[in-house]
């Protein structure tokens, strides 16, 4: 049976004077090319300050894209956007001291141990030896890694390394973190760990911009959730107003999950680009 | 400037806790004491020369091979992510990088200076070696080897794959090595270019014979320059291309 999409919450109002706001991240109307590819299509939402916010969406959706321009990593084609009423563009230096990045894929230097990895991004930060040492010991605490920080990142497992990643994204105490899918290819135990990491970071009144694919993700750890699928937002709003999202079909149905929700607004074609 | 100071500092640990700089620095010392002796036993005369008309040659080879992984595998690692969304410039990242590979070739320089002892003690008495133009060899071979090793640093940061970029870095040497040979067959004012910009020509005709010009050392530090610029823009290019 063919579902016809429609996006039904709209995006959560702007206001003004975000520093002292609560809005953390102020995205407007965003695109990016590369080439003759457009990997985002004029995403636009607004993260507030001490929320989990979740991108969702299937591979090649533009989540990637989205938190990378965010992290100043790349620039807009068009749009702006605003990290604690930085332009993320022009006061690029400024927001890059005030955010914690945990890319997709694992970054760390192999041949280091997991203390000498977070001295050395630290040191970017200009935090002080006193600061960085207490920061590194606290961290590797959270992340269960302590015992093992003077070993080589080559010997660790690859859930001992993501956790390592997301110590290294928090070691400037950031006020937004940034995290691009950081469980995959983790063991379950990891995987735990790191909700619970995350689930921690939040009480502690932390921002957190999360994109995963995995619907069970979303459900558990976040307070706002954008679906986005080719470069587009299709449904933005909290874990209750997307499950009450309802197809224009004349036999109306309930979503039972976030899952059904996910697949009536992005189709179950193969995403395999 | 700490920046590039821990970053410099960072690469140099990383060369020496892998056999790379020290397998690199063997042949650099084992050949450059092979084209030394030959040269100084062959011609029975107080000289390295032998080993400074070598020092471009094995460069050529050595330099992309020192620098090609410096920013490639920065990319590949996905670490260079993580070092670009932190407060450090662009120009942090490329001259740490730079320093560092600069320094390791200062290192592979100063152990040659055991070649010089060895004339000094074995031909002092008959006037031992003249020091003058093997200081200005020495320093042309900074010179050259350094622009050699911004050339690496460029075409390591305009690929992931390091291999790629120590090809590219071979090339563009080359053909600036080569540049003057052409120098007749393109007549009039670009011809006089070709000829002004041959990489080697002022440290084979200037430098190794004990000529420091200081548009010599301008030409060297300019490609120098030139190199690690277009690397730092190589690297913000990133965030728009």
């Not at chain 1, 959270?142 to 093992?148: A, D, I, K, N, S």
């Not at chain 2, 320089?109 to 093997?134: H, N």
């Amino acid at each position: 049976m063919a579902v016809t999409q429609q996006v039904v919450v709209a995006p959560r109002t702007l206001t003004s004077t975000p520093e002292t706001g609560s809005d953390v991240v102020k995205v407007n109307g965003i695109t990016r090319s590369f080439g003759k590819i457009e990997a985002v299509r004029g995403i636009s939402f607004t993260i507030t300050r001490g929320e989990i916010f979740g991108l969702l969406g299937p591979n090649g959706a533009g989540k990637s894209t989205t938190i990378n321009m965010i992290a100043t990593y790349l620039r807009p084609s068009s749009g702006s956007i605003s990290v604690l009423g930085l332009d993320t563009v022009r006061q690029a230096q400024q927001v890059k001291e005030r955010i914690g990045v945990v890319p997709q894929e694992i970054a760390l230097y192999n041949d280091l141990t997991a203390i000498e990895n977070l001295n050395f991004f630290a040191q970017m930060y200009d935090l002080g030896e006193p600061m960085i040492q207490k920061r590194a010991k606290e961290l590797l605490d959270l992340m269960g890694l302590y015992e093992r920080r003077n070993d080589a990142v080559k010997t660790y497992s690859g859930g001992m390394k993501r956790r390592l990643n997301i110590a290294v994204g928090l070691m400037n105490n950031p006020d937004l973190l940034l995290l691009d899918e950081p469980t995959v290819g983790v063991d379950p135990q990891s995987r735990e760990a790191i909700f619970e990491n995350i689930e921690g970071l939040k009480k502690n009144g932390l921002t957190i911009l999360y994109t995963t694919q995995y619907m069970e993700e979303a459900e558990r750890l976040c307070d706002h959730i954008a679906i986005i699928d080719e470069g587009k937002v299709v449904a933005i709003g909290t874990l209750e107003q997307l499950l009450a999202l309802r197809t224009t079909q004349v036999e109306v149905q309930r979503p039972r999950g976030l899952a059904e929700v996910f697949l009536q607004l992005t189709g179950k074609q193969l995403r395999d680009n | 400037m700490s920046d590039t100071a821990t970053i410099a500092g960072k690469e140099l640990r990383s060369y020496f806790t892998s056999p790379v700089a020290y397998v690199l620095t063997a042949a650099f010392l084992v050949l450059n004491g092979i084209f030394f002796a030959g040269q100084a036993i062959g011609s029975s005369t107080a000289t390295m020369d032998g080993m400074f008309r070598t020092i471009p040659v094995l460069m050529l080879l050595l330099a992309p091979i020192l620098s090609m992984r410096l920013i490639a595998e920065e990319q590949r690692s996905g670490t260079l992510e993580l070092l670009l969304t932190s407060p450090v410039s662009d120009a942090a990242v490329v001259v740490g990088k730079y320093l560092a590979v600069l320094i390791l070739y200062i290192v592979m320089l100063l152990f040659t200076l055991f070649y010089g002892l060895l004339l000094q003690l074995y031909a002092g008495s008959q006037g031992g070696p003249i020091w003058g133009p093997i200081l200005s060899s020495y320093f042309g071979a900074l010179l050259l080897g350094g622009t050699f090793l911004a050339i690496g640093v460029f075409t390591s940061s305009l690929t992931d794959n390091p291999a790629v970029g120590a090809f590219i870095a071979v090339a563009i040497t080359l053909a600036l090595w080569l540049a003057g040979n052409f120098q007749s067959v393109f007549q009039g004012a670009f011809g006089t270019f070709l000829n002004q910009i041959a990489i080697t020509d002022r440290y084979y005709n200037n430098l190794m014979v004990g000529v420091v010009a200081l548009k010599d050392v301008i030409y060297y530090l300019s490609l120098i320059v030139i190199f690690l610029f277009m690397a730092i823009q190589s690297l913000g290019s990133r965030r728009w291309r």
